[in-house]
C-alpha cells in the first residue's frame, strides 16, 4: 500500500470514530467543543477524504499497470517488449528513456482525464465502450500523434538538436518543433505500437512486471 493511500485510509478510519463517537454519546453535541467535533466529523473528515481519494486514485492511474489493466490494452503491453529496436515504444521502455512505472502517460499526456476538457469526455467515452459498447479493434488515436509528446523528453538533448536526419534539411528541425512534420508519421519514427504483428514478434521477456 502506498503511502498516499495509507493515508487516505488512516483519514477515513478517524473520521468513522469521530461519528462513532456522536451516533454513541449524542449529547456531546450540547457543548462547544462537541459542535466543534461534529463538524470535523462529519463536514470536513469526509471531504478531506474524498479529495485524498480522488488525488491517490489519479495518481495510480497514470501507472503503467493501471493502463494495461484493461483486456483491450494487453497487446500495447507487450508491444513495449519486443525484441526489436526499431519499435519505438519498445526501445523507450527497455532501454530506460521513460519511467518504466509511468510509460504510457510519459508518451500520452493529453489522453482521457489527464488532458483538456474534451479529453476527459473522451475518458468517459472509454468507460462507456469498455463496459457497455464495442471498443474499436485496433484502438485507434482521435487525432494525429503530437510531437509535443517526443519534444517534452528530447527538446534540447544532444541526441535531438544535433541529430543528422534532423539538420540535414535546415527546414526539417523547425517543422518537427512546430508539429509540422511528424515524427512517427514521416517515415522517421514509424513504427509504433504496431499491434497487428504482435503475435510475430520475439519478446525480451514474458510480462510487465
Known sequence: MSGSTTLVVLVILTAIVLVGILVFR???????????????????????????????????????????????MEPYGKSLLVDDRS????????????????ACFTCHTDYAMFGD??????????????????????????????NRECLHCHLGTRAFEEG?????????????????????TSGCHNIVHNVKDIKDATFWKDKIE
Not at 457497455?132 to 479493434?137: F, L, V, Y
Not at 543528422?164 to 512534420?181: G, Y
Open 164 to 184: 543528422e536526419a534532423h539538420n540535414k534539411d535546415p527546414q526539417v528541425m523547425m517543422q518537427i518543433k512546430n508539429n509540422q512534420k511528424g515524427c512517427t
Open 87 to 102: 519499435y519505438l515504444p519498445a526501445v523507450h521502455y527497455q532501454y530506460g528513456m521513460v519511467s518504466r512505472d509511468h
Open 117 to 146: 476538457m474534451r479529453a476527459k469526455m473522451r475518458g468517459l467515452k472509454h468507460v462507456y465502450k469498455y463496459y457497455i459498447g464495442t471498443p474499436s479493434d485496433p484502438i485507434k488515436l482521435y487525432s494525429p500523434y503530437n
Open 26 to 72: 449524542p449529547t456531546i453535541t450540547a457543548t462547544r467543543g462537541g459542535k466543534i467535533l461534529a463538524f470535523v466529523a462529519l463536514l470536513v473528515f469526509p471531504l478531506l477524504g474524498s479529495g485524498m481519494g480522488i488525488k491517490a486514485h489519479i495518481e495510480h492511474s497514470t501507472s503503467t499497470k493501471f493502463c494495461l489493466s484493461c483486456h483491450v
